[in-house]
Antibody, heavy 120, light 107 residues
């Protein structure tokens, strides 16, 4: 079964960077894009960007352009999301996710989330 | 980026009542690639509807989706106690975008 396991919670100071990992299993890693979504406490879901694990192509939301870098390690079936110049507003749960069609329908799979706290 | 606007922000209803949630896109959603998710506190979003009107695997038939182009609707025909949650629409025709959510709360 498709599964994503994300790295553990992080506490960072303002101005620092954070890098979150997302290890995929249960499917061919290079077959489907991996997206990153964040959710601040009590707020809605925000799409940040995606990566094509096959060729490394990335696309970012305009809001996060220059702020986020998404990368991957194909042999390790792992995607990464790095967020720079952290501010208090970046405190949130960060999720990796993928979605695709198969012969039964359309499915979306989520990691368990990584809580990032920004505090001096 | 496509902007999705959901209404209302909060819906106060009783179990057994019908819920109608709206999602409007700032431009036409390519091939009606529009999904609806349900999220409860402490949980990841659960896919309910995809391609605007197709129910996802194991979703009860009281959930239905409709619409095309820029206007979409999620209907819950008769609310069950477990349906009180936050609902998000998402377009996946051009990257991804999420609406701001509609909270369905017990009246």
């Amino acid at each position: 079964q498709v599964q994503f396991v994300q790295s553990g919670a992080e506490v960072k100071k303002p101005g620092a960077s954070v890098k979150v990992s997302c290890k995929a299993s249960g499917y061919t890693f290079t077959n489907h894009a991996i997206h990153w979504v964040r959710q601040a406490p009590g707020q809605s879901l925000e799409w940040m960007g995606w990566i094509n694990p096959d060729n490394g192509e990335t696309k970012y939301s305009q809001k996060f352009q220059g702020k986020v870098t998404i990368s991957r390690d194909t042999p390790a079936s792992t995607a990464y999301m790095e967020l720079s110049s952290l501010r208090s507003e970046d405190a949130a749960n960060y999720y990796c996710a993928t979605s695709f069609y198969d012969n039964r329908g359309y499915y979306t799979y989520w990691g368990q989330g990584t809580l990032v706290t920004v505090s001096s | 980026d496509i902007v999705l606007t959901q209404s209302p922000g909060t819906l106060s209803l009783s179990p057994g009542e019908r819920a109608t949630l709206s999602c409007r896109a700032s431009q036409s959603v390519r091939t009606n690639y529009l999904a609806w998710f349900q999220q409860k506190p402490g949980q990841t979003p659960r896919l309910l509807i995809y391609d605007a009107s197709r129910r996802a695997s194991d979703i009860p038939d009281r959930f239905s989706g409709s619409g095309s182009g820029t206007d979409f609707t999620l209907t819950i025909s008769r609310l069950e106690p477990e349906d009180f949650a936050v609902y998000y629409c998402q377009q996946y025709g051009t990257s991804w975008t999420f609406g701001q959510g509609t909270k369905v709360e017990i009246k």
